[in-house]
């Protein structure tokens, strides 16, 4: 099992910054890759970034391209998602996914394990 703790959430406004960590605990050297995905009040989940560890390759949603950044410590467990110049439509909350194996996805389907997610809230 891997455990998964999102932080660094919280309220912010356009065009500011923040910083998410999903700290991951427990059976990490089973995890291929993790990724970000988001769900707005009343909107389905949605997929943010993910990263593969074996290759460090990283992959971002069209819509957020260009203003957040993807990375890990692999020394600390720890991922992080970098948020910059955020806009109102940012506003969701934020969970922190792993995937065990296979190909790295988008879809959410295709992770094992997820945090509990973080708030972000971005005030126009």
């Given at each position: ?86 806009k109102p ?7 922190c996914a ?27």
């Amino acid at each position: 099992q891997v455990q998964l703790v999102e932080s660094g959430g919280g309220l912010v406004q356009t065009g500011g910054s923040l910083r998410l960590s999903c700290a991951a605990s427990g059976r990490t050297f089973s995890t291929r890759s993790m990724a970000w995905f988001r769900q707005a009040p009343g909107k389905e989940r949605e997929f943010v970034a993910r990263i593969d560890w074996s290759s460090i390759s990283t992959y971002y949603a069209d819509s957020v391209k260009g203003r957040f950044t993807i990375s890990g410590d692999n020394a600390k467990n720890t991922m992080y998602l970098q948020m910059s110049s955020l806009k109102p439509e940012d506003t969701a909350v934020y969970y922190c996914a792993a995937r065990r194996g296979g190909f790295p996805t988008t879809r959410d389907s295709g992770y094992d394990y997820w945090g509990q997610g973080t708030q972000v809230t971005v005030s126009s």
